[in-house]
């Protein structure tokens, strides 16, 4: 009887963010593929659309105009997913049926005042901006009493749900932290508890020594395949130092994150040739008061 090889064998891999199972089966990478093959873009976009709600002075669905902005843009979202002024409430049909309300805050952060560019064509100086902006939204929102989690992402691409090829990303602020990043942060608490370290600081530590899914990183991040990745593709950034949020970081640091958030477009892009779609969100510590210790900030 052969030995277990997980080169080679089905398996289950822990996720010990979520404690979720992920099922591999490594021998199916060997089949044919004859599926949709992606062409690479006919002609450049245009840098200005008249008819595209997000570029500078265009008039948005609600009326509102565009200033004529010639670096980030942020607004609150004309379609919110959640509202401020939700009144609390609670519904439960014999535990079959159950609901609470929820209060938030949705905006838009325009990356750029070109329609044409994306995070990989941007130059590093204009991804920074974009990581100020972050950090800045990520502090102001947190602020606000009813914000307990501050979710900041984008989905890049038709596929995956953008209704605009605008660079722009989302924050979404909720009441109560979302599912995922609760079950992540219950796992990091365990850890820290059992351990007496932090979960992903212990990760990435291990990731850099083995080297064989780091996609490509700097003195400060790393980018990697992580170990139970669900989706082709899949990635995680993680700061090398524990940093629970954003607003941890230095200011080489935030240098080093834009220029990791580059590096891994730019190699999707390339691997492609086409403006890859994908959809990433910032995991990092809620706001909600509590100083959070065991959480480490993620992409």
């Not at 009813?146 to 209704?163: H, K």
């Amino acid at each position: 009887m052969s030995l277990f090889n997980p080169e080679d064998h089905p398996h289950r891999r822990l996720n010990p963010l979520t404690g979720a199972w992920i099922l591999v089966s490594p021998h199916r990478t060997r089949r044919p593929w004859q599926g949709q093959v992606e062409r690479p873009l006919a002609e450049r976009r245009v840098s200005y659309d008249p008819s595209c709600y997000l570029c500078p002075g265009n008039e948005r669905s609600n009326g509102a105009r565009n200033p004529d902005y010639r670096s980030v843009f942020v607004f609150d979202n004309d379609f919110m997913a959640l509202l401020p002024d939700t009144p609390p409430g609670r519904m439960d049909q014999g535990g079959l049926l159950v609901a609470e309300s929820e209060r938030g805050l949705c905006r838009v952060i325009c990356y750029s005042p070109d329609h044409s560019l994306t995070l990989a064509q941007m130059d590093h100086a204009e991804v920074r901006t974009v990581v100020d902006l972050w950090t800045s939204q990520y502090r102001e929102l947190g602020a606000l009493p009813f914000v307990n989690y501050v979710q900041i992402f984008e989905n890049r691409g038709a596929i995956m749900g953008a209704s605009n090829p605008h660079p722009h990303g989302q924050v979404w602020c909720n009441e109560t932290v979302p599912q995922e990043p609760h079950v992540e942060g219950e796992h990091q608490v365990v850890w820290l508890a059992d351990h007496g370290s932090c979960l992903l600081c212990d990760y990435v530590a291990l990731e850099d020594r083995l080297g064989d899914r780091v996609v490509c990183g700097n003195a400060h991040f790393t980018a990697l395949v992580p170990y139970w990745a669900t989706w082709p593709f899949e990635t995680m950034i993680l700061p090398r130092r524990h940093a629970g949020s954003l607003l941890d970081l230095t200011d080489e640091e935030r240098d080093a994150l834009a220029d990791v958030v580059q590096q891994l477009t730019v190699r999707y892009d390339n691997l492609f040739q086409v403006s890859f779609p994908y959809t990433m969100g910032i995991h990092q510590r809620p706001t909600d008061g509590a100083e959070h210790p065991e959480w480490h900030l993620h992409l």
